[in-house]
């Protein structure tokens, strides 16, 4: 099974220091839509790997975040995409939950869901935590230029296996040969 495990803000759309609370401030960024819908057509499964901790700030409640992910989904659909499962940290940063990436926890739900050893599956994220998180549990750990990846390149921690893109789309074009 072709698995890829991407973040979502900051590498399918726009992130916000204000946090995305609200189905309208949910905004691709360019080509992203495109390139899971390729990545679909391609045979790929495609999951999502988020931290969400402005519902456990209060910033907005899951209904809401359903409701991001719903308008989220249908776009994906409408450029011939498919996510295939959405998986949510929404605790607070001082919670001392598993599943706030750099920890594992969303990694290793997503390896118990599918059934499959996460060594040969790609993490794609903006921030050095979602390279931590992947590379922790044997992914190929894939960072995009959008969002905080300009600065996350940067960073000396950064897993010393980790690919470079400017973005989801030419991540895409690397993995499918074009």
């Known amino acids: 099974m072709k698995l890829i495990i991407l973040d979502r803000d900051g590498?399918?759309?726009?992130d916000s220091d204000a946090y995305i609370k609200h189905p309208d401030e949910w905004v691709a960024l360019p080509g992203s839509l495109e390139a899971i819908g390729r990545l679909t057509r391609d045979g790929w499964r495609?999951?999502?790997?988020?931290n969400?901790?402005?519902v456990g700030r209060q910033l907005f409640d899951m209904q809401t975040l359903n409701q991001i992910h719903s308008k989220f989904r249908q776009q994906v659909i409408r450029h011939g995409g498919r996510i295939d499962a959405?998986?949510?940290?929404?605790?607070h940063p001082d919670e001392?939950?598993?599943?706030r990436k750099p920890?594992?926890?969303?990694?290793?739900?997503?390896a118990s869901r599918f059934d499959i050893n996460l060594d040969q599956t790609i993490a794609v994220?903006?921030?050095?935590?979602?390279l931590q998180a992947g590379a922790s549990v044997g992914c190929q750990p894939w960072l995009v230029r959008t969002g905080n990846g300009t600065h996350t390149q940067n960073d000396p921690a950064l897993?010393?296996?980790?690919?470079?893109?400017?973005?989801?789309?030419?991540v895409v074009n690397k993995l499918l040969g074009n």
Request: charged share 15%; proline share 6%; hydrophobic share 35%.
């Open 125 to 130: 994220g903006d921030s050095l935590r979602d």
């Open 11 to 14: 590498v399918i759309n726009y």
């Open 103 to 110: 920890r594992p926890g969303l990694f290793q739900q997503i």
């Open 96 to 99: 001392a939950c598993d599943c």
């Open 86 to 91: 959405i998986f949510v940290c929404p605790h």
């Open 52 to 54: 969400q901790s402005g």
């Open 159 to 170: 897993p010393k296996n980790t690919y470079i893109s400017d973005n989801l789309e030419s």
């Open 46 to 50: 495609v999951v999502v790997a988020t």
